[in-house]
Structure formats: C-alpha cells, structure tokens
C-alpha cells in the first residue's frame, strides 16, 4: 500500500491564481480531512468528509472547496489564493470500525503564495 | 463542543530526564485521545490513542500516557529522553462514533508542544 499520497510537494502561487491540491488513499478508509499548519497554531481542520458524497466544513474553511466522487480522492481546490493561505496542507485518512480510528497523514504540501 | 489544551508550545529536557507533555480536552461524551509525532518536513505518525478500557496506554518508542476522566488530562509521558525524540507533538481527541454521520465526526488537534532533547 503507498498509503495516503498528496501532490504537489511544494507549490508557489500569484495572489488570485486557483489550483487544486491532490490527495490520494488506497486503503479504502471511509473519512478523508486536509488540514492547514502554521507555525504556533497547530493542525487546523479544513474540510472533511466520512464516505464518497459527503463533505462537511472544519475549523476554517473559507476560500478553499472539496469534493469526494469516490472513495479514494479527495482535492482540495483554491479558488482565488491570497498570501494568507501560504501553509503547509496534510491530508489524513482513517477507517471508522471499532479499534481503527487512526488517522494516517500523507507528506504534506508546502504552499507559497506571493 | 470538544477542544484541546495542551500546556507548553516548547519543552527542554535533557537526555536522559523524565519527558512530561501536557494535554487536557474538553468532551460532553467518552472521547477518543491520541498523541501524534511530527518530525522535521514529515506527516503525522500515531504514538499512541486511547479508545476504551485500560486507561494507560502504551506507545511507539518508550512512550506511555495515562486517560485520567477526573483530570480530563491525557499527558504523555517517557521515563527517559533520547536524542531522537526531538520532535513536535500533537494532542488530539475525537468522538467515539462508528460509522459517524457528517457533522458528528471531526478530529480536534491541539496547537502542538515541540520537544528539544538537551546533550
């Protein structure tokens, strides 16, 4: 299994420019999140979502969008970047029966946006 | 609504010393706890997770903490530091639903403590 697998690793981006941030499991896991880290603030919960279908807002999700067509994707789409969405973004994935709720994190992405 | 407090952005110990990582949450039902390592440019990887039963937990490399209800504490804790644990930690708790409903089910990490192992 390779796990959970984000792309890009890195990426710079002009202030209004969109893109979407890939991640990927192959483990079958019901719920999938993306988190954004800052230095001082911690983990920071985005958007989630526990199946195919069904997406719900974290902590702060303004500016950012998701989707889940199937069980295994998850991106997450930057309509119009602004300098303050310059972060680190994790995405984790975890399978809710009984015993396994683990999240497991992918590499991250480090976004700079100018 | 849950939350999660952990004392102290940064810890210094020596090599060899006692490490004591503090986290208190706030829950309305039985939580499930975990503490997560981060090292340098890496994801998360799980220490260590409470769910049900015996309250003190055993992880990953030497690590233990103790689900104390009456405290809401889940500290974590090593009796003796390596230079390798230098690393941040992260407390997070989450509802004990299975198959949750959207809405109902989220992870709630805390700001981190990020631990120096002194030589």
């Known amino acids: 299994n390779a796990g959970v697998t984000q792309t890009p690793k890195f990426q710079v981006l002009k202030t209004g420019q969109s893109m979407t941030l890939q991640c990927a499991q192959d483990m079958n896991h019901e719920y999938m999140s993306w988190y954004r880290q800052d230095p001082g603030m911690g983990l920071r919960l985005i958007h989630y979502s526990v199946g195919a279908g069904i997406t719900d807002q974290g902590e702060v999700p303004n500016g950012y969008n998701v989707s889940r067509s199937t069980t295994e994707d998850f991106p997450l789409r930057l309509l119009s970047a602004a300098p303050s969405q310059t972060s680190v973004y994790f995405c984790a994935s975890s399978c809710h029966t009984s015993g396994s709720e683990t999240q497991y994190f992918g590499p991250g992405t480090r976004l700079l946006v100018l | 609504a849950q939350s999660v407090t952990q004392l102290g952005s940064h810890v210094s110990v020596s090599e060899g010393a006692l490490v004591l990582l503090r986290c208190n949450y706030s829950s309305s039902v039985p939580p499930y706890l975990f503490w997560y390592v981060q090292y340098p440019n890496q994801g998360l990887q799980l220490l260590l997770k409470?769910?049900?039963?015996?309250?003190l937990v055993k992880g990953i490399n030497g690590f233990e903490a103790e689900f104390k209800k009456s405290e809401t504490s889940f500290h974590l804790t090593k009796p003796s530091a390596h230079m390798s644990d230098a690393a941040e930690y992260f407390c997070?708790?989450?509802?004990?639903?299975?198959?949750?409903?959207?809405?109902?089910?989220?992870?709630?990490f805390g700001t981190g403590t990020r631990l120096k192992v002194l030589a």
């Open positions: 997070a708790v989450t509802l004990s639903p299975v198959r949750p409903t959207s809405g109902t089910y989220k992870y709630i």
């Open positions: 409470y769910t049900t039963g015996a309250t």
